[in-house]
């Protein structure tokens, strides 16, 4: 079974600065989808940014970047110039690729992302 | 933007009493998700339809619960008898064929005293 593992149960950062959330995940399969994941105090789910892993290049979107490291099976997201909007759970997920596309998330339990005015 | 809309955001029932759940996923998405958050088990994954057929159910007691799809505009999930171990956040969320990212619902919130 695959596990995600979010070792950062609260992170705090300086609005601002920059932040980096890690997330590690075990699986035997080559090829997967990642993902990111914001819940603000709403409980919204928000995707924040998603990789497959048979791309080399990590992606990027607007302030939000991700380190994906395949062969460490570590997926870190990393927020350039903190906002206060930014504040909310973090959760980490991953799907395996499986042609027909109808698997479910397995989660991490999260990283609380705290920013200080 | 198209949104998943979960029915209803709240609710408080006491022991014993069956709950309903409602889900509508966005128009033209395929595969339908129910999902389970509470603090201690985090975010988990009950079961899942594609195309109104069960895939998968093996996260969601069998007993008390019962996933369904009527028709490709609506799915439950029903709890009877509940308890109180059922108290936590429901989210459903759908998404369409190939690599497209799923989208949820603002979530139930359920509490069983």
């Known amino acids: 079974a695959q596990t995600v593992t979010q070792s950062q149960p609260e992170m705090s950062v300086q609005e601002a600065e920059t932040v980096t959330l890690s997330c590690t995940y075990d699986?035997?399969?080559?090829?997967?989808?990642l993902f990111w994941y914001k819940q603000p105090p709403s409980r919204q789910m928000i995707l924040v940014i998603r990789?497959?892993?048979?791309?080399?290049q990590n992606a990027t979107e607007n302030r939000f970047s991700v380190n994906f490291q395949k062969a460490a099976k570590s997926f870190s997201l990393k927020i350039s110039d903190s906002q206060l909007g930014d504040a909310a759970m973090y959760f980490c997920?991953?799907?395996?690729?499986?042609?027909?596309?109808?698997?479910?998330?397995?989660f991490g339990k999260g990283t609380h992302l705290i920013i200080q005015p | 933007d198209a949104r998943v809309t979960q029915t209803p955001r709240h609710k408080v029932t006491e022991m014993g009493q069956e709950v309903t759940m409602r889900c509508q996923p966005i128009?033209?998405?395929?595969?339908v998700f129910w999902y389970r958050q509470t603090m201690m088990q985090g975010l988990e994954l009950l079961a899942y339809?594609?195309?109104?057929?069960?895939?998968?159910d093996s996260g969601m007691p069998k007993d008390r619960f019962s996933a369904e799809m009527p028709d490709a505009t609506l799915a439950t999930l029903k709890i009877q008898p509940s308890e109180p171990r059922d108290s936590a956040v429901y989210f459903c969320?759908?998404?369409?064929?190939?690599?497209?990212?799923?989208?949820f619902g603002d979530g139930t919130r359920l509490s069983i005293l």
């Open positions: 128009l033209g998405h395929n595969t």
């Open positions: 699986t035997s399969e080559s090829d997967y989808y």
């Open positions: 339809f594609r195309n109104r057929a069960p895939l998968d």
């Open positions: 969320a759908s998404r369409s064929l190939g690599s497209q990212p799923q989208h």
């Open positions: 990789q497959e892993a048979y791309k080399q």
């Open positions: 997920a991953y799907r395996p690729y499986s042609g027909g596309g109808a698997d479910g998330l397995t």
